[in-house]
């Protein structure tokens, strides 16, 4: 039985609570479709990648269709692996407050229920995927093993941010599998600046959740860098910058990137200016602004395929 119970305490009020049927949202809201920053951040590095591939063929003829597919795949998949991250979770979301009141162990949506969802936005990805080329699913399939086991890695490492990284940048190699049908420096470069990006707007994320953490024995950069966090930003969002610069170096790039890129840089110091690990709602407000340092270099990164393509 799926009740509409109260929405979760992670989140405010949105289309899904507002909108949505009511027998829609523990399941919206299980693959987090209430709160779309998530989808948002798998998406970016896919649109990276889309788009300084284009411009490195000169070519901007997939670009299009790529960008559209991977803005329905970022969604959906980030929906599947929420889902199956509260399946594996359920017993410690029940006691962190933030997450208690989540559909599983809020009894909202059975974990039956939940596997059923999970199976049918696994589908939906896949159709999805099916739509590029061989070298690009098989990539997209090779990303699933890290996906998976990600879950598990906050009860074993206190740098389950470096596994999380893994999965959310993996679309900086899916742009290149797609329209280059190849992984070459560039793509590799991209990848590893976006996993430092990563691991810094998530060890944000995670210091809202520190103290309930401590308690249950869940491990985070959070709690391993506590009051160094503001120096541990410095280095993987320096080390970001500098990987991605290294990529469109690699790649040939011209100015609207390197412009986008500083944009980026400067989105990225604004967040260690404004660091506070003490605010909770403020540091879920710099988590969330990461969309828009994102954008800044996607913005410039279309601009130079673009450029490159005429």
């Given at each position: 039985m799926v009740s509409d119970a109260a929405p979760v305490a992670d989140s405010t009020n949105n289309w899904v609570d507002t909108l949505a049927p009511p027998w829609s949202r523990p399941y919206l809201r299980l693959s987090r479709f209430d709160r779309p920053i998530g989808s948002w951040l798998l998406l970016l590095p896919c649109w990276w990648s889309a788009a300084l591939a284009a411009g490195t063929v000169h070519d901007l003829g997939l670009l299009p269709s790529t960008v559209a597919l991977f803005l329905v795949g970022a969604f959906v998949m980030r929906g599947a692996g929420c889902t199956w991250n509260d399946i594996t979770d359920r017993d410690l979301d029940a006691r962190v407050e933030r997450t208690r009141s989540r559909p599983i162990p809020s009894g909202q949506?059975?974990?039956r229920g939940a596997a059923?969802?999970?199976?049918v936005q696994a589908l939906v990805g896949l159709a999805v995927l099916l739509q590029f080329n061989r070298f690009a699913v098989m990539t997209g399939i090779a990303s699933l093993l890290v996906v998976a086991v990600y879950p598990f890695m906050k009860r074993v490492t206190y740098w389950p941010q470096v596994v999380l990284g893994l999965a959310f940048s993996w679309g900086a190699l899916m742009g290149f599998a797609v329209i280059t049908a190849e992984i070459g420096a560039s793509a590799l470069l991209l990848y590893a600046g976006s996993i430092a990006w990563v691991i810094g707007y998530d060890t944000i994320y995670a210091h809202q959740d520190r103290e309930d953490d401590a308690l249950i024995g869940i491990k985070s950069t959070a709690r391993l860098f506590a009051h160094r966090t503001r120096t541990a930003l410095v280095v993987f969002y320096g080390l970001a910058a500098v990987l991605i610069a290294l990529a469109l170096a690699a790649s040939g790039a011209r100015w609207p990137a390197y412009l986008g890129l500083?944009?980026?840089a400067?989105?990225?110091?604004w967040q260690i200016v404004r660091?506070?690990?003490g605010d909770s709602a403020g540091c879920l407000r710099l988590f969330r602004s990461n969309r828009?340092?994102?954008l800044l270099l996607f913005a410039g990164l279309l601009a130079d395929a673009v450029l490159r393509g005429l």
């Amino acid at each position: 039985m799926v009740s509409d119970a109260a929405p979760v305490a992670d989140s405010t009020n949105n289309w899904v609570d507002t909108l949505a049927p009511p027998w829609s949202r523990p399941y919206l809201r299980l693959s987090r479709f209430d709160r779309p920053i998530g989808s948002w951040l798998l998406l970016l590095p896919c649109w990276w990648s889309a788009a300084l591939a284009a411009g490195t063929v000169h070519d901007l003829g997939l670009l299009p269709s790529t960008v559209a597919l991977f803005l329905v795949g970022a969604f959906v998949m980030r929906g599947a692996g929420c889902t199956w991250n509260d399946i594996t979770d359920r017993d410690l979301d029940a006691r962190v407050e933030r997450t208690r009141s989540r559909p599983i162990p809020s009894g909202q949506v059975s974990v039956r229920g939940a596997a059923a969802f999970l199976v049918v936005q696994a589908l939906v990805g896949l159709a999805v995927l099916l739509q590029f080329n061989r070298f690009a699913v098989m990539t997209g399939i090779a990303s699933l093993l890290v996906v998976a086991v990600y879950p598990f890695m906050k009860r074993v490492t206190y740098w389950p941010q470096v596994v999380l990284g893994l999965a959310f940048s993996w679309g900086a190699l899916m742009g290149f599998a797609v329209i280059t049908a190849e992984i070459g420096a560039s793509a590799l470069l991209l990848y590893a600046g976006s996993i430092a990006w990563v691991i810094g707007y998530d060890t944000i994320y995670a210091h809202q959740d520190r103290e309930d953490d401590a308690l249950i024995g869940i491990k985070s950069t959070a709690r391993l860098f506590a009051h160094r966090t503001r120096t541990a930003l410095v280095v993987f969002y320096g080390l970001a910058a500098v990987l991605i610069a290294l990529a469109l170096a690699a790649s040939g790039a011209r100015w609207p990137a390197y412009l986008g890129l500083a944009a980026f840089a400067a989105q990225l110091c604004w967040q260690i200016v404004r660091l506070d690990i003490g605010d909770s709602a403020g540091c879920l407000r710099l988590f969330r602004s990461n969309r828009d340092a994102g954008l800044l270099l996607f913005a410039g990164l279309l601009a130079d395929a673009v450029l490159r393509g005429l």
